[in-house]
């Protein structure tokens, strides 16, 4: 049986480094972005927009960490801080007692509507206007085989949203 770590190739290397390189970059071009028109981070705004396009405007806390796959305990504090902006509230769930719905408010979604255009705008500049149509198809591609390998399906999978 052989020990020896795969290493990576000096193509494969540059491929990480070039794509370490931009994930830092881009997330940290759009936390700015948020942080100045609306005074929140990227992850936040990620929260809003999916409360935004769920039924009735609320997802069970649950599902709202699988979601932005990150820990409940992230999550609880990302809430009350919402929360305290009245941008969302929390309701029990009647028929668990230990669930908590997470509501976006009328206010949190006019703060998510006037915010929006200028995400995604920042999107637009910093990703799709730099790739051609068939770049845009193929990243979109590589990141769903990227994130299909990295959630496991199986019971006890050591995932953020289960911490």
């Not at 990227?42 to 997802?59: D, F, I, M, T, W």
């Not at 069970?60 to 809430?79: D, F, G, N, Q």
């Not at 929360?83 to 969302?88: I, Q, R, Y």
């Not at 929390?90 to 976006?104: N, V």
Request: with cysteine.
């Amino acid at each position: 049986m052989n020990d020896e770590p795969r290493w990576l190739t000096a193509e494969e290397q540059l491929v990480w480094r070039s794509y370490i390189e931009a994930a830092t970059l881009l997330e940290d071009h759009l936390d700015r972005q948020l942080q100045r028109d609306a005074g929140m981070p990227h992850v936040y705004y990620g929260l809003l927009v999916k409360l935004a396009e769920s039924p009735r405007r609320r997802l069970r806390m649950t599902e709202l960490a699988k979601y932005a796959k990150i820990t409940r305990s992230r999550l609880s504090h990302a809430v009350a801080r919402l929360e305290k902006n009245g941008w969302v509230r929390r309701e029990d769930c009647p028929s668990d007692k230990r669930g908590q719905f997470t509501i976006l408010t009328d206010e949190g979604y006019e703060v998510l509507r006037r915010i929006a255009p200028g995400h995604v705008n920042a999107v637009r500049q910093a990703v799709f206007d730099r790739l051609t149509p068939e770049q845009q198809k193929s990243l979109g591609e590589i990141m769903r085989i990227v994130a299909e390998g990295l959630q496991p399906s199986e019971a006890g999978a050591d995932l953020p949203w289960l911490r």
